[in-house]
């Protein structure tokens, strides 16, 4: 690949304590990210070669999905050891060294801590088997006996995330059917006990292994879940993420845990930070979790969820905004992750068909890509003019569409086992991606991808989009390099503009205003305005075309 251009991005302060409320974080996946030794998973080693790329895009942050000892049955989120990294991603050298390396380039890296459950071959679940009933090892999960003569139904009607129930039963050491344990994702992934103190324990000292290495703050994983209400009742008709009081999701417990581990962070200079997975419906219980006690951030889903519409994406930012202001915390933008659809492919329905963010609910509709992306440069324009931090996906900067076709044999994500090959899930947006080349592997590595990529990621290389000044990855960073320098974007307030139905405008103080036509009939730019960046060509005579947004300087 062609070395980065020096293009003089203004370095950020390492002493900045309130570097996470303007943010831009990279989520790196690791095993799709790039691959250092040829075994054709993505690994530290590959990340650590591919930071001058980072960099040179623009980001503030990296978030790297969970890299401990895992059995990667659900690709990392069942850890068998917290405080270590898993062989085929490293050695925790190797990641020190990464750290260090992120750091010199004036990046930050947040990883990802997973409280609500172990892998099945961490060690405490080996003993909890071992030990038995009413035994101290057994406490750290959530056994139960089960329900009906002999115990043979489980303890209660709890489903999994991936599908069936959330209960599997245990053969105890004499022999016999025993006790059923809780798990609310995949049979792999055993609950913890959070109302028991050595599990608390346990994660303190997790977090401060990682913080004394220096890391910079955790992503909690399902933050929301944790506390189970005493009693384990049935769920019954109530839906997930669905609002209302629930049995497991966002117990008024759980906040207990974060201001334990706020208190940590804090200790340390910079103090540490953290950014909450919670899918809370509600607004006010989801600000909870931002209360100036607890959690920096959390990743904003309700924007993810927006149709591609303009009535949709504004009240979106202002439910977002308004939620926000009343603990006092600044909001995340995000459009993509590993747990959804990529949004390429979501821009490329029409908004109105009711699509999901899962592949799942796209399939057998409509897709026009180019539409697609166009959608996908304006919403890049948007997100990173909004007030507070943003979230790239790898891949979002290359203009990635989700591979929506791999093959069955190859799928690996629990969801398409544990439905009972009824739903795809999450592949198709954790193909290895593409940097250079012209057929597979692309430059990921030298070793055949753990996914393939199909051979049109050829036109969305990272080196074949370097050169083409027009390309989304040149979008990405130029709008990166006009944030950083820009002191109204990030963290701040935002004022709406008049705009026509189908369109948004808003100005941020001072001097900027961001235009967006979504689906408006072409908008004349306001009087006086001076076009810093724009998504995509104007029409001959200036005017905003709708899939385009344009960042401007308002005197
Ligand atoms: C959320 C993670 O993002 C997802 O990938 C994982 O499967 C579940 N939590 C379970 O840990």
Not at 251 to 267: C, G, L, N, P, S
Not at 296 to 319: C, G, I, K, M, Y
Not at 412 to 426: A, F, K, L, N, V
Not at 461 to 477: C, F, G, V
Request: net charge negative.
């Amino acid at each position: 690949m062609a070395a980065p251009a020096d293009r003089n991005l203004p370095v950020n302060d390492p002493d900045d304590a309130s570097w996470w409320r303007s943010a831009v974080i990279y989520q790196v996946y690791i095993r799709s990210f790039a691959d250092g030794n040829g075994d054709g998973v993505g690994d530290i080693a590959g990340l650590r070669d591919r930071l001058p790329y980072l960099a040179d895009l623009g980001v503030d942050a990296v978030w790297i999905n969970p890299w401990y000892p895992s059995p990667l049955v659900d690709a990392g989120y069942d850890v068998s050891d917290y405080r270590a990294i898993e062989p085929r991603f490293g050695t925790l050298a190797d990641a020190e060294a990464l750290i260090a390396d992120a750091h010199e380039r004036g990046m930050r890296i947040i990883l990802d801590v997973v409280p609500n459950h172990t892998s099945s071959a961490h060690v405490w679940f080996g003993e909890a088997l071992r030990a038995g009933p009413g035994s101290p090892e057994r406490d750290r999960y959530v056994f139960r006996p089960g329900r009906g003569p002999g115990g043979d139904e489980p303890p209660n009607d709890w489903k999994a995330m991936f599908g069936g129930g959330a209960w599997t039963r245990v053969t105890e050491p004499d022999g016999t059917p025993g006790e059923w344990y809780l798990h609310l994702f995949d049979v792999e992934q055993p609950d913890l006990n959070w109302e028991n103190p050595e599990v608390r324990a346990d994660f303190e000292q997790t977090l401060r292994f990682w913080f004394d290495r220096g890391i910079d703050g955790f992503r909690i994983d399902v933050a929301n879940s944790l506390i189970k209400e005493t009693g384990l009742p049935d769920v019954g008709t109530r839906r997930n993420h669905e609002p209302g009081p629930h049995p497991h999701w966002d117990r008024d417990e759980v906040h207990d845990v974060y201001r334990d581990w706020r208190r940590i962070a804090d200790t340390y200079d910079p103090p540490r930070v953290f950014v909450a997975e919670a899918w809370v419906p509600e607004a006010d219980r989801f600000a909870r979790y931002l209360r100036a006690d607890e959690l920096h951030t959390a990743f904003n889903f309700d924007f993810l969820q927006a149709a591609w519409l303009a009535p949709a994406l504004r009240e979106s930012v202002t439910r977002t905004l308004r939620e926000h202001a009343v603990v006092g915390a600044p909001p995340t933008w995000v459009l993509s992750n590993h747990d959804v659809a990529r949004h390429v492919s979501r821009l490329a329905r029409d908004p109105d068909a009711g699509i999901g963010t899962s592949l799942d609910s796209m399939l057998g509709t409509v897709a026009d890509l180019e539409l697609g992306l166009r959608r996908a440069r304006a919403a890049a324009l948007l997100i990173f003019a909004l007030p507070g931090g943003a979230y790239v996906y790898q891949g979002d900067e290359l203009g990635l569409p989700e591979v929506e076709d791999l093959p069955p044999d190859v799928l690996d994500d629990p969801t398409w086992r544990r439905s009972g090959h009824t739903e795809r899930g999450r592949d198709g947006c954790r193909v290895p991606i593409p940097w250079s080349g012209d057929a597979p592997p692309f430059g990921f590595g030298e070793g055949e991808p753990w996914l393939p990529q199909p051979e049109w990621f050829a036109e969305h290389t990272a080196e074949a989009l370097a050169k083409d000044p027009d390309s989304i990855l040149n979008l990405y960073r130029s709008a990166l390099r006009l944030r950083r320098e820009n002191p109204a974007l990030g963290d701040g307030p935002l004022t709406w503009l008049d705009a026509p139905e189908g369109a948004l405008a808003f100005a941020r103080d001072r001097g900027f205003v961001l235009v967006l036509n979504v689906s408006a009939e072409p908008l004349p730019l306001p009087a006086g305005a001076e076009i810093i960046l724009a998504s995509g060509p104007l029409t001959e005579d200036a005017r905003v075309p709708a899939d385009t947004a344009v960042w401007l300087a308002a005197h």
